[in-house]
């Protein structure tokens, strides 16, 4: 269950929810105003989806305020048209307008209608959300069931000798065989710096893949059940989580680094990247900037991370010492033991 902020659609929006599935109304934009859902701007259909997609939805985003653009399909179903759900959220938005939009999404989704949104697109630049992007994303979407983790490493090995930076966008002076070291921007070194101190409790960052460097997405303090919630469906992350919690009646703050994957929605390359990244990342991490990571966790995007399953894998349970050998006891029946005197010569 993920969690929600309790803000509601107000009732504007409610009645233009009904008036836009009549099929007249090609997009809408929905924003989070006093602690409500409500109605910012509306365009009607004029062409096809995809004549209309640009010119109508690049308009509507605002750099730095998140929202929601609601964007109606030319597919139609039993129970209406299909919709395309789009949420904007650029890196320069507060972390807590960023969060809040996040949070309160799955309420906007039950309240139009889960059934009339047939796809979801996530992004935080303007190209992310065009057209071509939604294409990229949707050839994504299709590709071939994620590597398992042996193959990952296989993969890496055989190829590491001959990508170069313009099929795989990585550093080959680095030595490929123990990871692939890409510069952290300054924000992610004072981002982990605020961890170090205990002022925020929890770092996202991503691998900007064409300029080849780790970038800061978000950080702040959040609980342990929002904590899945921060997991993108559609892209692979690098999460820090100063976890908080008592085991066996002390309080213990321990460091978790989660490398979180979904799969099907990253390409090979990506996959690829990332799991190279992970190890030179984390000695950055630990030797240069102080920080100690308990634990090392990878998962996939529906996965949920709780107090417990945390608690397990910073903990894991001691298998029992098995019971030390005995020496049999003799037969019952062989008698007091025999004093041998020794021979006189």
């Given at each position: 269950?993920?969690?929600?902020?309790?803000i509601?659609?107000?009732?504007?929006?409610?009645?233009?929810f009904?008036?836009?599935?009549?099929?007249?109304?090609?997009?809408?934009?929905v924003?989070?105003?006093?602690?409500?859902?409500?109605?910012s701007?509306?365009?009607?259909?004029?062409?096809?989806w995809?004549?209309?997609?640009d010119?109508?939805?690049?308009?509507?985003?605002?750099?730095?305020?998140?929202?929601?653009?609601?964007?109606r399909?030319?597919?139609?179903?039993?129970?209406?048209?299909?919709?395309?759900?789009i949420?904007?959220?650029?890196?320069?938005?507060?972390?807590?307008?960023?969060?809040?939009?996040?949070?309160?999404?799955?309420?906007?989704?039950?309240?139009?209608?889960?059934?009339?949104?047939?796809?979801?697109?996530?992004?935080?630049?303007?190209?992310?959300?065009?057209?071509?992007?939604?294409?990229?994303?949707?050839?994504?979407?299709?590709?071939?069931?994620?590597?398992?983790?042996?193959?990952?490493?296989?993969?890496?090995?055989?190829?590491?000798?001959?990508?170069?930076?313009s099929?795989?966008?990585?550093d080959?002076?680095t030595?490929?065989?123990?990871?692939?070291?890409?510069?952290?921007?300054?924000?992610?070194?004072?981002?982990?710096?605020?961890?170090?101190?205990?002022?925020i409790?929890?770092?996202?960052?991503?691998?900007?893949?064409?300029?080849?460097?780790?970038?800061?997405?978000?950080?702040?303090?959040?609980?342990?059940?929002?904590?899945?919630?921060?997991?993108?469906?559609d892209?692979?992350?690098?999460?820090?989580?100063?976890?908080?919690?008592?085991y066996?009646?002390?309080?213990?703050?321990?460091?978790?680094?989660?490398?979180?994957?979904?799969?099907?929605?990253?390409?090979?390359?990506?996959?690829?990247?990332?799991?190279?990244?992970?190890?030179?990342?984390?000695?950055?991490?630990?030797?240069?900037?102080?920080?100690?990571?308990?634990?090392?966790?990878?998962?996939?995007a529906?996965?949920?991370?709780?107090?417990?399953?945390?608690?397990?894998?910073?903990?894991?349970?001691?298998?029992?010492?098995?019971?030390?050998?005995?020496?049999?006891?003799?037969?019952?029946?062989?008698?007091?033991?025999?004093?041998?005197?020794?021979?006189k010569?």
């Amino acid at each position: 269950m993920s969690h929600q902020t309790g803000i509601r659609a107000n009732d504007e929006l409610r009645k233009f929810f009904a008036k836009c599935k009549l099929g007249k109304v090609r997009l809408f934009k929905v924003s989070i105003d006093n602690e409500q859902l409500v109605l910012s701007d509306y365009k009607n259909v004029e062409k096809s989806w995809e004549d209309d997609f640009d010119p109508m939805v690049i308009p509507m985003i605002e750099p730095g305020q998140p929202s929601y653009i609601l964007y109606r399909l030319d597919n139609k179903s039993d129970i209406g048209y299909d919709w395309l759900l789009i949420s904007w959220s650029p890196d320069e938005s507060p972390i807590r307008q960023k969060m809040l939009y996040a949070s309160t999404k799955a309420t906007l989704k039950q309240e139009f209608g889960n059934a009339c949104i047939k796809e979801e697109l996530h992004g935080t630049s303007e190209g992310e959300i065009s057209l071509a992007g939604l294409r990229r994303y949707r050839k994504v979407e299709s590709s071939p069931a994620p590597l398992t983790m042996q193959e990952e490493e296989l993969a890496r090995l055989s190829k590491a000798q001959s990508f170069t930076l313009s099929n795989a966008a990585i550093d080959t002076r680095t030595p490929t065989m123990s990871g692939v070291s890409f510069p952290v921007s300054n924000a992610v070194i004072d981002s982990v710096n605020q961890m170090v101190k205990r002022k925020i409790n929890y770092i996202q960052l991503r691998i900007d893949i064409d300029n080849e460097e780790i970038h800061l997405v978000t950080d702040g303090i959040i609980t342990v059940d929002q904590l899945s919630d921060q997991i993108p469906k559609d892209a692979a992350r690098y999460h820090l989580y100063s976890f908080s919690h008592t085991y066996e009646g002390s309080t213990i703050q321990s460091v978790v680094f989660i490398y979180s994957m979904p799969g099907y929605s990253c390409s090979v390359k990506e996959r690829m990247l990332y799991s190279s990244c992970k190890g030179p990342l984390l000695d950055i991490i630990e030797s240069n900037l102080g920080l100690t990571v308990s634990k090392k966790l990878e998962i996939d995007a529906t996965e949920k991370l709780t107090e417990d399953y945390l608690i397990d894998e910073i903990h894991p349970k001691q298998v029992a010492d098995k019971p030390k050998f005995e020496k049999p006891k003799g037969p019952p029946s062989r008698g007091a033991k025999r004093l041998t005197k020794p021979q006189k010569v």
